[in-house]
């Protein structure tokens, strides 16, 4: 068994059918030795999750949904390159929260997908440079969008 897949194992973790793009994109391109990952959205049982963070949904869900998007991202980063062990390290992660007016805890958020990668990856390979942004409105009108670049082989 690969590596990560065999740590995706120990952690419980099974990774879901890889999304279809909603429009003109493709859900990761490679460029060298880097993967380049589209913005993947908050799902829960294959369910865009929508609203305001803050307002809508609370803090701990949205950490989940940024969990559970970069779930969804490693299946896509998998159907991309065929393993994960292609995988050297995470280098950037942007997630964007559609957060409420008063809302201001955006890296709290962000975390559940940082801290999915550092759990998968270790903390040498996992941990990132990161932004966590709030913005008006997400597509479909989700809760959270996660966008990645990895270094691989």
Request: aromatic share 6%; hydrophobic share 45%; net charge negative.
């Amino acid at each position: 068994m690969a590596l990560v897949e065999q740590r995706l194992a120990e952690l419980g973790i099974t990774l879901p059918d890889t999304a279809t793009p909603l429009a003109n994109y493709v859900l990761a391109r490679v460029s060298g030795h880097h993967l380049y990952v589209s913005g993947h959205v908050g799902k829960r049982d294959g369910a865009v999750v929508s609203g305001k963070v803050g307002d809508d949904v609370d803090r701990d869900t949205a950490y989940q949904l940024a969990r559970a998007t970069a779930i969804d991202i490693l299946a896509s980063v998998r159907a991309a390159l065929g393993s994960l062990d292609q995988v050297r390290g995470v280098i950037k992660v942007t997630g964007f929260v559609n957060g409420g007016a008063s809302f201001i805890e955006h890296p709290a958020v962000v975390n559940g997908a940082s801290d999915l990668f550092v759990e998968v990856f270790g903390p040498d390979a996992g941990r990132h440079a990161r932004s966590a942004v709030g913005v008006a409105q997400l597509p479909l009108g989700a809760a959270v969008e996660i966008e990645t670049i990895f270094e691989i082989e």
